[in-house]
């Protein structure tokens, strides 16, 4: 049961679509930490749970496996007296694997943040521990922040990027955070400087430190949320369309945006594998001769399997490669690859005559009439409208 006493000011805005952009990270296995307080006297160990290798899968997290005990982070909680450490308290701590970060404070207190493996997730993202260990409050980020601030905040695959420092304060009960702003261009991949939230271990409260920087956080986070819906809005009707190949004929990165797109919308692989692609520039364009050799040493590459994509402005010049390179394929040396390339169908026909001995599967982007979405995919696009709908 969470002992949650919130101040009203946090309560403001309704719910919103998560942002659709997420940046790649990693976490290092988590090890024993000491957070001592400010004044010397007390110190936080925490000992983190075993896990099995370098990085948990994030169920575990969720659901710690029962083959590998404890089942959570342990917490010791020492003092110092007369020049030795004395334990004043031993307790399993709320996280599965470890707190990410703690404070410590005078009289055995603690406040713990967040989740090893997912910042800003769970239940946990703020416990506030008393002297003798109990938890006796806990948060999640949707607790203490309003809804369309945490759905505009920077976020990873695995975590939101709701906060940079904790440190205590000097009236020995309160912990201060510095609360990322959201990015007011609606940037989900950027931070827009910080705000500072107080956490009251004795009061059991979470405030702003002043109501006129928090005022004007929530005006940012509002207008940053407002740019990222109508930016949403715009991919779920591209998403929705059928996919046509960019104008012009440089090798930009509408091209590989488009290939890989391409990808996602038809090979069987698109949830576990990701594609090489590359772009013939056409025969009188700058840098034809780089991009036409780029191609051919994917084609005799016998290593490659998977999804391997081509295109081109100039469906003669893709042809041309293709048809150059055929007689350097080994036989069969493609058989585990899925070639995919924009021609039409009279040069379809033409390439994957020329390549039926790499063993290759061969299939044609439809450059004219465009590539559907898949099904499940426009299902999803409709079931966040529906949630945008709710707000």
């Known amino acids: 049961m969470r002992m949650v006493r919130l101040t009203p000011i946090f309560l403001g805005f309704a719910g919103l679509l998560v942002g659709g952009s997420a940046l790649a990270d990693s976490w290092a296995p988590p090890s024993v930490r000491e957070y001592p307080s400010a004044d010397g006297q007390w110190r936080l160990t925490v ?19 029962a083959s590998i005990t404890p089942t959570s982070a342990m917490g010791i909680m020492q003092q110092q007296v007369d020049g030795r450490w004395v334990t004043a308290w031993k307790k399993p701590l709320r996280n599965a694997i470890a707190p990410v970060d703690a404070v410590t404070l005078p009289g055995g207190r603690a406040v713990t943040l967040d989740n090893w493996y997912s910042l800003g997730h769970g239940e946990d993202v703020i416990v506030v521990y008393d002297g003798a260990g109990a938890a006796i409050a806990h948060f999640a980020l949707d607790d203490v922040l309003p809804a369309a601030y945490v759905k505009a905040l920077p976020r990873s695959v695995s975590s939101l990027h709701w906060r940079s420092g ?38 059991v409260t979470v405030r702003p430190a002043s109501d006129a920087t928090w005022a004007a956080a929530l005006a940012t986070a509002s207008s940053a949320r407002a740019i990222q819906i109508t930016q949403e809005r715009q991919h779920r009707a591209h998403a929705r369309a059928p996919l046509l190949p960019p104008s012009g004929a440089a090798a930009s990165d509408a091209w590989f945006d488009y290939l890989v797109d391409v990808f996602f919308r038809l090979d069987p692989e698109h949830r576990d594998a990701y594609p090489l692609a590359r772009i013939v520039l056409p025969a009188d364009a700058p840098g034809h001769r780089a991009s036409a050799r ?61 390549l039926v001995a790499s063993g290759a599967a061969l299939v044609r982007i439809d ?21 945008e709908q709710k707000e």
């Not at 000992?47 to 496996?65: C, F, L, N, S, T």
């Not at 450059?367 to 949630?387: K, T, Y």
């Open 47 to 65: 000992e983190p749970r075993p896990i099995r290798g370098a990085m948990d899968d994030v169920q575990e997290v969720a659901a710690p496996a």
């Open 166 to 203: 904790a440190r205590a304060l000097d009236d020995g009960r309160s912990v201060l955070l510095e609360v990322h702003v959201p990015a007011a261009d609606g940037d989900p991949e950027a931070e827009g400087g910080t705000v500072d939230v107080i956490v009251d271990a004795t009061a």
């Open 294 to 354: 780029d191609a051919h040493d994917l084609l005799v590459d016998d290593a490659q399997s998977g999804a391997l994509m081509f295109a081109s402005a100039s469906p003669q010049a893709l042809l041309d490669v293709i048809l150059q390179a055929a007689p350097d394929v080994r036989p069969g040396a493609l058989r585990e690859a899925r070639l995919y390339v924009l021609l039409d169908p009279v040069r379809f026909d033409l390439a994957r005559e020329a």
């Open 367 to 387: 450059g004219e009439h465009g590539v559907p979405q898949r099904p499940e995919r426009l299902e999803q696009l409709q079931r966040e409208e529906d949630e």
